[in-house]
């Protein structure tokens, strides 16, 4: 069965500076989703993307943050310059039509 | 404004025995209902989904979620525990059946005993 893959899997990096998350997914999905997840916290939409542009963002996705779809395959997170409370379980999805979301394994970003 | 309540963030069971994880959601539309699952270090993969038609809805793995309206309610069921199941568990709900996002609950921890 087809899989949305992220890498890396797991990411450390320093306060301030910038990070890219990767996923490829599934190839004749159109609709494109971040979803984070904060240690002991509930799992949060960040971003939607549709048509090589952001259908829907929440309040946490401010101007740190960026996404893209580079080429045909990957659609990536990018975070400007990173703090300590961006530290969490980073989840891509997509979706084709109305069939329900489909995961990634998720990356997951310390920030020190 | 919609969002989800899950009871629990643990529960322990022993193998064979009844699983029963809560799901209370608010929601200022009919809603679409989902539970995740996220095995360890995988991503969250659909069990079932609500979207209006029965209301007893069947999944994978042998779970079931029963909607009610009257309670605002979305349990997950299963009649008898295997090892396998432990994960953590996440019930989400949607205002449509996939067009707009996902509001999940916390997660509950599935624990599962010999």
């Known amino acids: 069965e087809p899989e949305v893959t992220q890498t890396p899997s797991h990411q450390v990096t320093q306060m301030g500076q910038e990070v890219i998350l990767r996923c490829v997914p599934i190839?004749?999905?159109?609709?494109f989703y971040w979803y984070r997840q904060i240690l002991g916290q509930k799992v949060e939409f960040l971003v939607s993307?549709?048509?090589?542009?952001?259908?829907?963002k929440s309040e946490i996705f401010d101007d740190q943050f960026s996404v893209e779809r580079p080429d045909g395959s990957n659609f990536t997170l990018k975070i400007r310059s990173t703090k300590l409370e961006d530290s969490a379980m980073y989840f891509c999805?997509?979706?084709?039509?109305?069939?329900?979301?489909?995961f990634g394994n998720g990356t997951r970003l310390t920030v020190t | 404004a919609q969002s989800v309540t899950q009871l629990g963030s643990h529960v322990s069971v022993s193998e064979g025995a009844l699983v029963l994880l809560r799901c209370n959601y608010s929601?200022?539309?009919?809603?679409?209902l989902f539970w995740y699952v996220q095995y360890p270090n995988q991503g969250l993969q659909l069990l079932l989904k609500?979207?209006?038609?029965?209301?007893l809805v069947k999944g994978i793995n042998g779970f079931e979620a029963e909607f009610k309206k009257s309670e605002t309610s979305f349990h997950l069921t299963k009649p008898s525990a295997h090892m396998s199941d432990a994960a953590e568990y996440f019930c989400?709900?949607?205002?449509?059946?996939?067009?707009?996002?996902?509001?999940f609950g916390k997660g509950t921890m599935l624990l599962v005993s010999p």
């Open positions: 190839s004749n999905h159109l609709y």
């Open positions: 609500y979207t209006s038609a029965a209301t």
């Open positions: 989400a709900v949607s205002e449509n059946s996939g067009y707009s996002t996902l509001t």
């Open positions: 929601s200022s539309v009919p809603p679409y």
């Open positions: 999805a997509s979706r084709q039509g109305n069939s329900p979301l489909h």
């Open positions: 993307f549709y048509n090589n542009e952001i259908s829907e």
